[in-house]
């Protein structure tokens, strides 16, 4: 679990300071991102603050590779925006330029049980 938290944090950081360096894009070919910044009612720049936000604790999934897409791999976020549970994938990008948020949309369905793997406790079930 240490490793896993390392890998994380190791990312979150990379991404954070590249995108303190080189700004956001984000992909809005997907509607669901649009849809879900008018559903939460958030002012543009406010995407960028919540991806600042990000830390290990928000850990989903990841990495993923998606070599027909990115060159680096991407990373899936997950965070409660007034009540409602959004989910984020985001990647490094290529170098030089921008980090990128593939997607920013409202989950379809709340997990249950997330592995949170920032933390090494178990759950009364051995989890």
């Not at 950081?13 to 991102?33: C, S, V």
């Amino acid at each position: 679990m240490k490793e896993r938290t390392e890998e994380i944090e190791k990312f979150l950081h990379a991404f954070h300071a590249k995108q303190k360096n080189f700004g956001l894009i984000e992909l809005h070919n997907a509607a669901n991102n649009l849809q879900t910044k008018i559903s939460l009612e958030l002012q543009p720049d406010e995407l960028s603050a919540i991806l600042n936000s990000l830390n290990c604790s928000n850990y989903l999934t990841g990495p993923i590779k998606e070599p027909q897409h990115f060159i680096t791999p991407s990373w899936v976020f997950r965070k409660r925006i007034k009540q409602l549970e959004v989910h984020i994938k985001i990647t490094l990008g290529i170098p030089k330029a921008p980090v990128v948020c593939i997607f920013f949309k409202i989950a379809e369905a709340a997990i249950l049980h997330p592995i949170n793997a920032c933390y090494e406790e178990k759950s009364v079930y051995g989890w």
